[in-house]
């Protein structure tokens, strides 16, 4: 039995993220890794916990990827001191620095009625900006601390669109942000916006891993809203993964069978079609707690992990 590896969480609260489920997935990873590629990042909780000599964090979302490339270049104690200089500027609350009964407020009911008019005004001011620069990408990064259930959204027009949270910069995420920087600064890493498609899968060999979690066909989470991804996405995601599987790039792909009464008839079928080049493995986990709203929480939803290598191969030294 090894010791039990302390993992790094994203400092971002993205939909999806994979931390809980890391004790699960890590393990199934390849032993040896080249170059490790996120081809979905989101908040990078799967890549930032990864040993790799390179790691490539892949997302659609260019400001995500932005921001993660402010972080990684700019200077940790800069980037605090701006941070701290933003929340200044538009008068956030810091209950780390004075406490709840500074702002009138109770730690139950949040930070949200003092944080409201103070939080409009700072993203009003970051949606109506035209230089994206650093101070831009930190200006992101506080309203993501600020808004409803610290995630990110933007609308139609590419405004952030979400209402202020109960949460303001603690000493938690302070820590989070801190950890992941360290992390980011110290790997080989690039942070590339490309949509699955159009990667350069060419220059990958049988020493590199490339690691799927794409949005989910059958979710119900904000990313999926607007029928952002369809059946011809998953379609052609199941192809990439197949021409991957071709070229001998190990790859494993997340994803649910089943969740809240739907079925992936797609992913079905194309296991069973495949049945001998892939293996499913089942992993434990609910999603009861996640910040997405469903109606039904008790029906199962049966998350999977699909890859295109036998078990003997996997990352039997990560310790549980």
Same mark, same amino acid.
């Given at each position: 039995? @090894?010791?039990?590896?302390?993992?790094?969480?994203?400092? *971002?609260?993205?939909?999806?993220?994979?931390?809980?489920?890391?004790?699960?997935?890590?393990?199934?990873?390849?032993?040896?890794?080249?170059?490790?590629?996120?081809?979905? %990042? =989101? =908040?990078?909780?799967?890549?930032?916990?990864?040993?790799?000599?390179?790691?490539?964090?892949?997302?659609?979302?260019?400001?995500?990827?932005?921001?993660?490339?402010?972080?990684?270049?700019?200077?940790? &104690?800069?980037?605090?001191?701006?941070?701290?200089?933003?929340?200044?500027?538009?008068?956030?609350?810091?209950?780390?620095? @004075?406490?709840?009964?500074?702002?009138? %407020?109770?730690?139950?009911?949040? *930070?949200?009625?003092?944080?409201?008019?103070?939080?409009?005004?700072?993203?009003?001011?970051?949606?109506?900006?035209?230089?994206?620069?650093?101070?831009?990408?930190?200006?992101?990064?506080?309203?993501?601390?600020?808004?409803? /259930?610290?995630?990110?959204?933007?609308?139609? /027009?590419?405004?952030?669109?979400?209402?202020?949270?109960?949460?303001?910069?603690?000493?938690?995420?302070?820590?989070?942000?801190?950890?992941?920087?360290?992390?980011?600064?110290?790997?080989?890493?690039?942070?590339? /916006?490309?949509?699955?498609? &159009?990667?350069?899968?060419?220059?990958? &060999?049988?020493?590199?891993?490339?690691?799927?979690?794409?949005?989910?066909?059958?979710? %119900?989470?904000?990313?999926?809203?607007? /029928?952002?991804?369809?059946?011809?996405?998953?379609?052609?995601?199941?192809?990439?993964?197949?021409?991957?599987?071709?070229?001998?790039?190990?790859?494993?792909?997340?994803?649910?069978?089943?969740?809240?009464?739907?079925?992936?008839?797609?992913?079905?079928?194309?296991?069973?079609?495949?049945?001998?080049?892939?293996?499913? @493995?089942?992993?434990?986990?609910?999603?009861?707690?996640?910040?997405? @709203?469903?109606?039904?929480?008790?029906?199962?939803?049966?998350?999977?992990?699909?890859?295109?290598?036998?078990?003997?191969?996997?990352?039997?030294?990560?310790?549980?």
């Amino acid at each position: 039995m @090894h010791p039990k590896i302390k993992m790094i969480q994203s400092p *971002l609260n993205y939909t999806g993220g994979k931390f809980k489920l890391l004790p699960q997935i890590l393990p199934l990873f390849p032993q040896k890794i080249n170059t490790f590629v996120d081809l979905f %990042c =989101g =908040g990078c909780n799967v890549g930032i916990n990864v040993e790799a000599e390179k790691h490539v964090y892949n997302d659609i979302n260019l400001r995500l990827i932005y921001l993660f490339h402010t972080l990684k270049n700019l200077n940790k &104690n800069i980037a605090f001191e701006m941070i701290y200089e933003v929340i200044d500027k538009y008068g956030l609350s810091l209950v780390s620095r @004075h406490g709840y009964e500074y702002y009138g %407020c109770e730690s139950g009911k949040g *930070l949200g009625t003092y944080n409201k008019k103070r939080f409009l005004s700072l993203r009003e001011d970051f949606n109506r900006r035209e230089v994206d620069d650093y101070y831009y990408y930190i200006m992101l990064y506080v309203l993501i601390v600020y808004a409803f /259930n610290n995630q990110i959204r933007f609308n139609s /027009n590419g405004k952030f669109n979400l209402p202020v949270g109960k949460r303001d910069f603690n000493a938690k995420m302070a820590e989070k942000l801190s950890a992941f920087i360290d992390v980011i600064k110290n790997q080989d890493s690039r942070f590339t /916006n490309n949509d699955f498609e &159009n990667f350069d899968a060419f220059s990958l &060999n049988s020493d590199d891993f490339v690691y799927i979690d794409p949005p989910y066909l059958i979710a %119900c989470a904000a990313y999926n809203e607007q /029928n952002a991804w369809n059946e011809d996405n998953e379609r052609s995601l199941l192809n990439f993964m197949d021409e991957l599987t071709d070229k001998k790039v190990k790859c494993a792909l997340s994803n649910v069978l089943h969740s809240k009464g739907k079925q992936n008839n797609i992913l079905s079928e194309w296991l069973e079609k495949n049945s001998s080049k892939y293996f499913v @493995h089942r992993l434990n986990y609910s999603y009861a707690n996640s910040n997405y @709203h469903t109606k039904d929480r008790t029906d199962s939803t049966e998350e999977i992990l699909v890859t295109n290598y036998e078990e003997d191969e996997i990352w039997n030294s990560f310790g549980a």
